[in-house]
């Protein structure tokens, strides 16, 4: 009885963790940069669309706490100033959770156009917070743009494979 007990709490616990876990995996997929001709390393954002996704569709199971961890994971792993992926994605979870009318529409092309808004916001507010907090600039306007277009292009395939997984794990 009490292995079985075990066993349930164990995969109760894995289930909840899926989001952090795949989100986590993307982050270190992005370790290998795209580049770009003419441009610095350029990479899409996988912490903000992991953070969008998992925050409107399972904002139970991806919370603050994870937004978090996550952000300091990135910072770490990219060399950015401690601190900004966490205040990024945690500012992403905190207008989504806040506004959950406007990002439980079912479409996926609202939904995509609900998070070129979120994406662009957040890409600015890193860029500002890396700006102020490290002695050189994150990265040029330009940079950026491409960084923003990258995101968005990811961000169809990104959901797609994270429905997958959350159509496999919670239903």
């Known amino acids: 009885m009490e292995a079985d007990q075990f066993l349930d709490k164990l ?14 995996l993307f982050i270190l997929f992005g370790i290998s940069p795209t580049k770009v001709s003419g441009l610095v390393e350029v990479l899409p954002i996988y912490s903000i669309i992991g953070a969008y996704y998992w925050s409107v569709y399972k904002p ?21 100033a401690l601190g900004s992926s966490s205040l990024t994605i945690l500012t992403v979870q905190w207008v989504i959770f806040n506004q959950q009318k406007l990002f439980s ?26 700006s102020i907090l490290s002695e050189t600039s994150f990265s040029s306007l330009i940079d950026l743009l491409f960084t923003y277009i990258l995101t968005l292009a990811f961000y169809p395939l990104s959901a797609w494979v994270f ?9």
């Open 60 to 80: 139970d199971l991806f919370s603050y706490g994870s937004g978090f961890s996550l952000g300091l994971i990135e910072d770490i792993l990219f060399g950015l």
């Open 163 to 171: 429905t997958k997984v959350r159509n496999l794990v919670f239903t």
């Open 11 to 24: 995969n109760i616990w894995l289930r909840s963790a899926i989001p952090f876990i795949i989100v986590l």
């Open 105 to 130: 529409d079912d479409s996926f092309k609202n939904t995509w156009l609900a998070f070129s808004f979120i994406c662009f916001a957040a890409l600015i507010l890193k860029w500002v917070i890396i």
